[in-house]
């Protein structure tokens, strides 16, 4: 039914289509048979460069204003409700259990560093394995005297030994770890030590 009101911007555009995405905004009025009276309806339509059908979105709003401040708005909530499910999950805000609000305020922040050094340390040591692999690929290619491999002739990966066939190491039983702090369980499931 919404697509009706939009149909004029569910047609592609002409040309080729350029590296960015083109968006195009549309407001109309709608009232569906349960809502009590008509309401603003505001359609977003994106088209990206190799894909047949464009991205749509409908905002139901009572704001006013043109169509492209209002989905800005509403981008820049969702992002907002983004980084406070975030700070719930991650930064655990919800776990401010101390009686002064200076006392939470210091936890709340000593949790921000731990969890934005965490973030920090794991983007550089993902960039230099990303690094350290780009390096090995360009030699892979290669056989004795520089000369390229057939595809064929590309390793699999497979190693030849079963995970079970290694001495000590059984594919149904990981090892065990003995490098965890006395008094710390290993939560494997979550990634995270818990005291």
């Known amino acids: ?3 009706r009101h939009i149909a004029h911007l569910l047609t592609r555009p002409v040309g080729r289509p350029p590296n960015k995405p083109q968006r195009f905004y549309h407001s109309f009025v709608y009232q569906t048979h349960s809502w009590d009276r008509p309401r603003r309806v505001v359609a977003k339509v994106e088209w990206h460069q190799g894909e047949l059908f464009p991205r749509v979105g409908f905002i139901v709003t009572n704001l006013g204003g043109g169509a492209k401040p209002v989905v800005d708005f509403y981008n820049r909530r969702g992002t907002a409700e983004q980084w406070i499910k975030e700070g719930k999950h991650a930064a655990r805000w ?3 259990s101390c009686h002064s609000f ?3 305020q ?3 922040q000593l949790h921000v560093l731990a969890y934005n050094l ?3 340390l794991r ?3 993902r960039e230099a394995l990303d690094a350290h692999d780009a390096v090995g690929e360009a030699d892979q290619d290669r056989g004795e005297g520089g000369a390229s491999r057939p595809i064929r002739d590309v390793p699999t ?5 079963p995970a079970g066939a290694v001495s000590g190491h059984s594919a149904s ?3 065990v770890r003995r490098d965890l702090p006395e008094g710390c369980t290993d939560m494997t499931s979550r990634g995270n030590w818990k005291i």
Do not use: K, W, Y
């Not at 990966?157 to 030994?161: E, I, M, V």
């Open 1 to 3: 039914m919404l697509e």
């Open 94 to 96: 919800t776990r401010l």
């Open 102 to 104: 200076e006392a939470n």
């Open 106 to 108: 210091v936890r709340l």
């Open 118 to 120: 965490g973030n920090f």
């Open 123 to 125: 983007r550089l040591a």
């Open 157 to 161: 990966g497979g190693g030849g030994n």
């Open 173 to 175: 039983h990981p090892p």
